[in-house]
């Protein structure tokens, strides 16, 4: 790996969550410390994720839990991307939906109406509370044709025992059942990061993709012009990432390792 950026060079940092600050229920090893070493040392940050399973809200309560300093604003999920796109971007105000009830609500919050009948799109989330009148519903509207957009791409989830089915896997699902894949708004997509960068106020040569994933979080990386940075605290393992033809700028065990390479490079 040939860095673009050194590491004292970077001045904003965007940092997935599950997986790279947390995983199920605890704390990555020394992720309070870096995100208080972000603070401290003058670096902006944004925590990005694309579970969209809950909203904005609850991960601010959870980071809070397990010891984060985090503010509600420092939150930016592919739920309330997703839910913006639509509002500013699209005519759709009528979305069939299959997702939690978080995900409806960020729907709502846009201005957007969450429907049954005569919907005007379809939008997948990571539904934890999928059924399978959902499913059958969801394949109705794609056979009509309708516009179809889903928060993220992601397969699994990392919990602290199995990864489990993401929006991806349920996408996969609905493709082999209809023929039809949505278009993704969550990560990697580019437009989730240029609105984190401009909620920043951030331009790409100083700014981190912080994840642990290749295929979202190093895929937007690359997308956006960003610096990738790979942890192997979640979904990613040293293997994995040795197969990847496209290598990130740099790999870490986890933010841990990373907050001490932070600290290095500037003595």
Known sequence: MTPRVPLQSLRHFLLDMDGTVYLGEHAIPGAQVFIRYLRE??????????????????????????????????????????????????????????????????LRLAGLEVVQDAPDAVVLGFDKTLT??????????????????????????????????????????????????????GKPNRGMALAALSKLGAEPGETAMVGDRLYTDMAMAVAANLTGILVFSGETTPEMLADCPSKPDYAFDSVATLCEALRASLQ
């Open 132 to 185: 399978y009148e959902k499913l059958v519903g969801a394949c109705h509207w794609l056979r009509q044709g309708l516009p179809y957009w889903a928060t993220n791409p992601d397969r699994v989830c990392p919990t602290e025992t199995d990864p489990v089915p993401d929006c991806g896997a349920i996408a996969a699902l609905l493709e082999a059942a209809t023929g039809r894949a949505p278009e993704y708004i």
């Open 41 to 106: 040392s003058g670096r902006r940050f944004l925590f990005l994720t694309n579970n969209s399973s809950t909203d904005a809200a609850h991960y601010h309560a959870k980071l809070l839990q397990l010891g984060f300093e985090a503010r509600l604003e420092d939150i930016w999920t592919a739920g309330q991307a997703t839910a913006h796109y639509l509002a500013a971007e699209t005519a759709c105000r009528r979305i069939f939906a299959v997702g939690t009830p978080f995900f409806e609500e960020e």
